[in-house]
Antibody, heavy 120, light 108 residues
Framework: QLQLQESGSGLVKPSQTLSLTCAVSGDSISSGSYSWSWIRQPPGKGLEWIGYIYPSGSTYYNPSLKSRVTISVDTSKTQFSLRLSSVTAADTAVYYC????????????WGRGTLVTVSS | EIVLTQSPGTLSLSPGERATLSCRASQSVSSTFLAWYQQKPGQAPRLLIYGASSRATGIPDRFSGSGSGTDFTLTISRLEPEDFAVYYCQHYGSSLFTFGPGTKVDIK
């Protein structure tokens, strides 16, 4: 059974960089059949897709966040990561990692999410 | 960029009633790229429907999806207590994903 688990700092100061990692277990992160995504949800609001990465390292980002986002993958550690720079209070959200199957166009497995608060 | 609009924002119904949720795209999209999720408080979203009308593994048959072009519908034939939640539609296009704002189904 595939499992995804987010981890990282729960509190980030404004203007600093948010860093999260998603550990993948139960399947190979190196499979070319899947890509690995980050999605966030501000408290009481809807879902916002951030971006995804293929095991090859190719990335696609939400245009509204593209200038601040970096997603990377470490296949040897079966994990992928999110970095979001120059954060503000508007970046406070629950951050989810999720799997997207190539050719399937939806997210079939999700982590439980981790709350990141931006505050001084 | 495709924009998804969901209506109504909130749907107040009683258990056993039928729920009809709408998702409208700002331009015509392929049904292949339209999915629905259910989210309960404190939980991650759960995939319900993909390809506009195919149920995901383990999803009860009271959930059904339909539609084409710009108008898509999620129907819950008879609401069970565990169905009261927020529902999101999602589109994939040009290597990008978009979510609708959600419809909350609450108990009347």
């Amino acid at each position: 059974q595939l499992q995804l688990q987010e981890s990282g700092s729960g509190l980030v100061k404004p203007s600093q960089t948010l860093s999260l990692t998603c550990a993948v277990s139960g399947d190979s992160i190196s499979s070319g059949s899947y890509s690995w995504s980050w999605i966030r949800q501000p408290p009481g609001k809807g879902l916002e897709w951030i971006g995804y990465i293929y095991p090859s390292g190719s990335t696609y980002y939400n245009p509204s966040l593209k200038s601040r986002v970096t997603i990377s993958v470490d296949t040897s550690k079966t994990q992928f990561s999110l970095r979001l720079s120059s954060v503000t209070a508007a970046d406070t959200a629950v951050y989810y990692c999720a799997r997207y199957a190539s050719g399937k166009y939806y997210f079939d497995y999700w982590g439980r999410g981790t709350l990141v608060t931006v505050s001084s | 960029e495709i924009v998804l609009t969901q209506s109504p924002g909130t749907l107040s119904l009683s258990p056993g009633e039928r729920a009809t949720l709408s998702c409208r795209a700002s331009q015509s999209v392929s049904s292949t790229f339209l999915a629905w999720y259910q989210q309960k408080p404190g939980q991650a979203p759960r995939l319900l429907i993909y390809g506009a009308s195919s149920r995901a593994t383990g999803i009860p048959d009271r959930f059904s999806g339909s539609g084409s072009g710009t108008d898509f519908t999620l129907t819950i034939s008879r609401l069970e207590p565990e169905d009261f939640a927020v529902y999101y539609c999602q589109h994939y296009g040009s290597s990008l994903f978009t979510f609708g704002p959600g419809t909350k189904v609450d108990i009347k």
